[in-house]
């Protein structure tokens, strides 16, 4: 897309009318590219530690290197665009006062409060269950979460589950002569969608408020705090259903609790109660139903009431002595996937599944 002098005064123009502060490190980025489009790169002194307003323009100015006019004028114009286009999305119904809602979103509640970016699995008529159209919205959600100004992001579920992982009408409806294309493909969103866990470069919580299944308790190994209700329960079907692990959990569930631990779970189906997962290191702590939000939630708001950037980075470092095994994890789980989804074994496990003979 190429910006015009006049859109870039047209999105400054815009910018003036937003009625909702987007934050300090959104104002720091749009002073930077303002500062970089209108006069190019850096060229003033570095301020002194201690005059930190001035230190932090000048840092986020500095940052952006060689970046051309140009494209910063790009930037600057898109970046406004999102902004009004966020607002003008409005709150959405499900909110609660002083929660802020991210619109355009069909199978997620996701909403922005106390620094806490909360991304909720909203289809409880089907336990969560996690289709196509879910996969991209949470590779989105993880995305804008990244960027926006909370110091934490927080999945939950809706209803009560947590969530009953992979829809398995993910895989119906394919004709035979699809089968190679549809798996193909499912491969490369779940290696898209899983990597977004990898990367994301903020801490990351699960508040698990009911039973978890498949992939969203693989994924588990990939946050950095999980809190459960007692009423959760967490099960891998993985041969049941002819499939294999994924979300990692092939490298992070033995490390996390030993081989023995995770070959019960990850190849004989065993399903953890809550304060099994815990006593595994899977979960952090177990909570009473009773009492699990309003105690989860105020632990949460303390957290975030940290220093976001010292949060930021200390996970980052974290995650990022492993973030190479991991992607090469993913891939290879993803590769294994691809062939178990042709099998007979995971065919005749989907007409078990659909024909309602067995339910887990
Ligand atoms: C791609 C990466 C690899 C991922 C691997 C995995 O995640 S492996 C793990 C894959 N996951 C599984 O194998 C779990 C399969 N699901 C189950 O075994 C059971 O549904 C249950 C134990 C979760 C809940 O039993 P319950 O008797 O309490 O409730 P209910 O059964 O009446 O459910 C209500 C409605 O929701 C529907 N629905 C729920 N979950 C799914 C789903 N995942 N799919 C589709 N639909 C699902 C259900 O059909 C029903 O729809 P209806 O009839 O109203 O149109």
Known sequence: ???????????????????????NETKLKLYALFKQATEGPCNSPKPGMLDFVKKAKWDAWNSLGSLSQDNARQEYTKLVSSLI????????????????????????????DNNITKIMFNRPEKKNAINHKMYREIINALQEAAKDDST??????NGDYYTSGNDLNNFSNVQPSEMKK????AAELLKEFVGSFIDFPK????????????????????????????????????????QS???????????????????EILLFNKKLTASEAC???????????????????ARLKAYASLPKNSLAVSKQLLRNIEKEKLHAVNSQECEVLTERWLSDECLNALVTFFQRKSKL
Request: proline letters at 6%.
């Open 1 to 23: 897309m190429q910006v015009s002098q006049k859109d870039f005064e047209k999105a400054q123009e815009q910018l003036k009318l937003l009625k909702n502060d987007p934050g």
């Open 85 to 112: 286009s966020a607002e003008s999305a409005g709150r959405k119904k499900d909110t609660s006062p002083g929660e802020s809602g991210h619109g355009g979103y069909e199978t997620l509640i996701v909403t922005t």
């Open 152 to 157: 934490i992001a927080v999945f939950t579920g």
């Open 182 to 185: 549809m798996a193909k493909d």
């Open 203 to 242: 801490p990351l919580i699960a508040v698990v408020n009911g039973p978890a299944v498949g992939i969203s308790v693989t994924l588990l190994g990939l946050f950095d705090v999980v809190y459960a209700s007692d009423r959760a329960t967490f099960h891998t079907p993985f041969s049941q259903l002819g």
């Open 245 to 263: 692990p994924e979300g990692c959990s092939s490298y992070l569930f033995p490390k996390i609790m030993g081989s023995a631990k995770a070959n």
């Open 279 to 297: 006593a595994l290191g899977l979960v952090n702590e177990v909570f009473p139903d009773s009492t699990f939000q309003k105690e989860v939630w």
